[in-house]
């Protein structure tokens, strides 16, 4: 049995791509479920593009609560814009699964860019991109009601990791209430109320442990309403 996939964030394919026919200038590491990447405050020149498995990361407030950031799959990145900097690290990375992968290291890179600018182009492009999703997360944050929290996280992850029906957008990965929570910065009783308001006003169809977000009409519906790219995906709202 093939077992629930819970990612959130993923490089596009053409990225996935070079990064693995780079990887000579990683080294392949075996991360057992529960074991840390990277943990947060640390100062660390690595990075790691994941091949198989899923860790989360998060960060930790002063009272101890635990913030998700996103949960990563095969063929996402995490730990990089801190390894470029030189500074503490602000969130930790830790694996939900036994999972395998590919550290690269900050320093080794400099000189490969020199050579293979495209690596470069690519790493500024997914930095990129998480910040406009983690700028979106905040405005929706401190701006919009849990309700519109909740539903813009559904919607960013129907579009990232979602199959077109002729119902809507069907989520293709699983999500638990737990888990939007942690993420939408809301408790699991308030996204269960949530699910079931947007259920009742038809603006989520629940098909057992899947959500379905129907097609908006009122931007012509169908596949042509959602994103194409992983780009495109992390600007949804």
Not at 86 to 93: D, E, I, V
Not at 135 to 158: N, W
Request: proline share 5%.
């Amino acid at each position: 049995m093939n077992e629930r996939r819970h990612e959130t964030w993923g490089l596009s394919p053409d990225d996935v791509a070079l990064w693995h026919r780079h990887d000579y200038l990683a080294d392949r590491l075996r991360i057992r479920k529960g074991n840390l990447l990277y943990g947060q405050g640390e100062v660390s020149p690595h990075f790691f593009l994941i091949v198989s498995g899923e860790v989360r990361v998060s960060c930790f407030e002063e009272n101890g609560q635990e913030i998700t950031i996103e949960v990563m799959g095969p063929n996402a990145l995490c730990g990089d814009a801190p390894a470029f900097d030189g500074l503490p690290r602000f969130s930790t990375a830790v694996a939900l699964r036994d999972s395998v992968v590919l550290r690269y290291d900050a320093r080794r890179l400099r000189d490969a860019f020199a050579t293979h600018p495209e690596l470069a182009l690519s790493l500024l492009r997914i930095v990129s991109i998480k910040q406009r999703v983690l700028a979106i997360r905040l405005e929706y944050a401190f701006s919009y009601p849990p309700e519109e929290r909740i539903f813009h996280l559904l919607r960013r992850v129907a579009a990232t990791f979602g199959t077109t029906t002729p119902e809507g957008r069907e989520i293709t990965v699983h999500l638990t209430h737990e888990q939007v929570g942690r993420m939408t910065g809301t408790s699991r009783v308030t996204v269960t109320r949530v699910i079931n308001r947007l259920r009742n006003r038809k603006q989520l169809i629940v098909r057992g442990q899947r959500f379905v977000i129907p097609h908006d009409d009122s931007s012509g519906g169908g596949a042509e309403a959602w994103p194409e790219t992983r780009a495109e995906a992390s600007n949804t709202r």
